[in-house]
Structure formats: structure tokens, C-alpha cells
């Protein structure tokens, strides 16, 4: 498919455990976004690539939160020592660098038990 | 900083009536603006844009004027669907490459 991929569509963890998710972007695509939507705080942006270079780490809500990109292609989000807060839909977006509209994935239910 | 405000749901309206679901911003400067639209079980998309005062955005019967002199980008339709029962988003960015910054979201309802 031509579009935004994510992995896995649902994740059930323990509190304290780590989990990973992953962004498969639109081929060609040298932007990538992580968003956050939760009911309390509605959609929340966490990080930006250009590349695989990180210009834009500003709402990444605490240090367990971490996200890399390889290849200027497949993203993964990492979040240590899991808490019930951060339970919520991960999206994943991606873009032409210079055309600002922005494409979604799926998103990845992260519920933390 | 920047922000995004739109008006509260969920918004209830029966087959063919007419929407306005209202979105005001604050920025600097002249950022682009969005709506996007969320389908029950779906991901988000955009509907529609616009990137300088006075554009309208437009597609599939939905429209918005960028009004920079009221900081508006509300979003009409003349004849809703029971097919547009979604939750919209209002969004802003400041330049292409960066990210979105989105209102809480409207869920709209229609009845047929």
C-alpha cells in the first residue's frame, strides 16, 4: 500500500515494561511526525524528523520517551518503564518536505494496565 | 504559543441541515490552516486547507475562508450526511516541515 503504516495496530503492556512502536512512513517522504491522542489531552505533537535527524524534540513529555529514524525511512518510538498515563493512540505522520500537509497512519492503541 | 480553539461537541444535526463548526487561532505571524476529519475507526485526513488570508479551502461540500482579521477558519457545509458523522480537527502550522498544532477536535452526529 501507498501509505502510512504502523506497528502494531493494538499493545497491551504492564506497568514498568518497555514497549516499542513503529512507523513505516510514505515512500519518498523525508518528513516524519509522532503525535499522542489521548481523551484528556487531545492530540498532542511529540517529535519531528527531517531525515533521520531529530530537529524538533519538543514534546516528548519525559526523558522514557525516545524515537529514532533510519534510513530517512522507518521510524520507532520507545517508551521505558511504561506508565498508566502514558496509555493513548500513537499516530504516525509523514510529508514531502516542503508541501506541509501531512499524512496519517493508523495509529497504535497503547493501553498500559 | 500557539494555539487552537474550536467549538465543543458533540454537534447533533439532522440529514440535510446546515453545519458551521467554528475555529479560531493564535499565532504569529501567517500560518497555514487545516481541518482535518477522523472516521469512526479510521485515521485522521485532511479535508481541506489553506495557506494566506482571504484562500478558501474546499472539498467534498465542506468549506473554510482564512480570516486573518478575525483569526477564523471555521468549517460549513450547506447539507450534511449521515456518512459525515466524524470527529473534525482544526490545525495550524507555521511552515511547511513542522508540525501541527490541533483544537480538541468536534465530534459531529448526523441523523437521518
Known amino acids: 500500500g501507498a501509505g502510512v503504516s504502523q506497528s502494531p495496530s493494538n499493545k497491551v503492556t504492564e506497568k514498568g515494561k518497555d514497549v516499542e512502536l513503529r512507523c513505516d512512513p510514505i515512500?519518498?517522504?523525508?518528513?516524519l511526525y509522532w503525535y499522542r491522542q489521548s481523551l484528556g489531552q487531545g492530540l498532542e505533537f511529540l517529535i519531528y524528523?527531517?531525515?533521520?535527524?531529530?530537529?524538533?524534540k519538543s514534546g516528548l513529555p519525559s526523558d522514557r520517551f525516545s524515537a529514532e529514524r533510519t534510513g530517512g525511512s522507518v521510524s520507532t518510538l520507545t517508551i521505558q518503564r511504561t506508565q498508566q498515563e502514558d496509555s493513548a493512540v500513537y499516530l504516525c505522520a509523514s510529508s514531502l518536505g516542503t508541501s506541509g500537509e501531512q499524512f496519517f497512519g493508523p495509529g497504535t492503541r497503547l493501553t498500559v494496565l | 504559543g500557539d494555539s487552537v480553539t474550536q467549538m465543543e461537541g458533540p454537534v447533533t444535526l439532522s440529514e440535510e441541515a446546515f453545519l458551521t463548526i467554528n475555529c479560531t487561532y493564535t499565532?504569529?505571524?501567517?500560518?497555514?490552516l487545516f481541518w482535518y476529519v477522523q472516521y469512526p475507526g479510521e485515521g485522521l485526513q485532511l479535508l481541506l486547507k489553506a495557506t494566506k488570508a482571504d484562500d478558501k479551502g474546499s472539498n467534498k461540500g465542506f468549506e473554510a475562508t482564512y480570516r486573518k482579521e478575525t483569526t477564523s477558519f471555521h468549517l460549513e457545509k450547506g447539507s450534511v450526511q449521515v456518512s459525515d458523522s466524524a470527529v473534525y480537527f482544526c490545525a495550524l502550522s507555521h511552515q511547511a516541515g513542522t508540525a501541527l498544532i490541533f483544537g480538541k477536535g468536534t465530534t459531529l452526529s448526523v441523523s437521518s
Open positions: 515512500s519518498g517522504h523525508t518528513a
Open positions: 524528523f527531517q531525515g533521520n535527524s531529530a530537529p524538533d
Open positions: 499565532a504569529t505571524g501567517y500560518p497555514s
